[in-house]
């Protein structure tokens, strides 16, 4: 499957982050509900201000994918904090940590 034009490609990988994180967020729950709704909420941010994104004109456009490059760098920040309090270990994060850092790449592209 050929990749999808780019803010597409950062939208379709935005999805695949929130896939990752359902079993990652009930694990960090457990010890602290508050970072996983915020983990939650960052994920959910980054896919909804890129399908944002496409129905704008450019400045607006434009704010709606540095909001997500600001909540792709959120996320992984959460992921980070969940990792140093042991809440998790690296392995059961990598996946997302790794998707959440190529859709803030992608996104420093689209705005740059």
């Not at 499957?1 to 803010?7: F, I, V, Y």
């Not at 434009?62 to 997500?68: D, K, P, Q, S, V």
Request: aromatic letters at 6%; one cysteine or more; charged letters at 25%.
């Amino acid at each position: 499957m050929s990749q999808p034009p780019q803010p597409f490609r950062a939208l379709h990988v935005a999805y695949q982050l929130i896939e990752s994180l359902g079993p990652v967020i009930p694990v960090i729950r457990k010890h602290d509900a508050s970072l996983a709704d915020q983990l939650r909420r960052a994920a959910q941010s980054v896919a909804l201000n890129l399908a944002e994104s496409t129905g704008n004109s450019r400045g607006n456009r434009r704010l709606r994918i540095e909001t997500a490059f600001g909540s792709a760098q959120e996320t992984k920040a959460a992921l980070h904090v969940a990792r140093c309090w042991r809440y998790v270990d690296d392995a059961a994060v990598t996946r997302a940590f790794d998707l959440a850092d190529t859709v803030a790449k992608l996104c420093w592209r689209l705005t740059r």
